[in-house]
Nanobody, 114 residues
Framework: QVQLVESGGGLVQAGGSLRLSCVAS????????MGWYRQAPGKQRELVAR???????NYADSVKGRFTISRENAKNTVYLQMNSLKSEDTGVYFC????????WGQGTQVTVSS
């Protein structure tokens, strides 16, 4: 079993920045590709960024150039640096493997005010 704990969300004005963290514990293999997902109000959960164990990244078009995913394998931690935030970035952010195979954590709420 792998447990995922996300943190770092909050309320921020449009144009601001936030850095999210996700710590994996339990039986977690450091080679696991990881992703950040978000669920906006009334919408399905979507993948916004993913990263391989060795740092190759891929982003949804909506966040490309604004978000940066990274990881510290020694700490079983994945980060999402979010800059130039927009109101449409509002939602609950989750991390999980890519594809998502672990139980979902509680996520962290990001609210961007315009």
């Amino acid at each position: 079993q792998v447990q995922l704990v996300e943190s770092g969300g909050g309320l921020v004005q449009a144009g601001g920045s936030l850095r999210l963290s996700c710590v994996a514990s339990g039986i977690f293999r450091r080679l696991t590709p990881m992703g950040w997902y978000r669920q906006a109000p009334g919408k399905q959960r979507e993948l916004v960024a993913r990263i391989t164990w060795d740092g190759n990244t891929n982003y949804a078009d909506s966040v490309k150039g604004r978000f940066t995913i990274s990881r510290e394998n020694a700490k079983n931690t994945v980060y999402l640096q979010m800059n130039s935030l927009k109101s449409e970035d509002t939602g609950v952010y989750f991390c999980n493997s890519f594809p998502s195979n672990f139980n979902w954590g509680q996520g962290t709420q990001v609210t961007v005010s315009s």
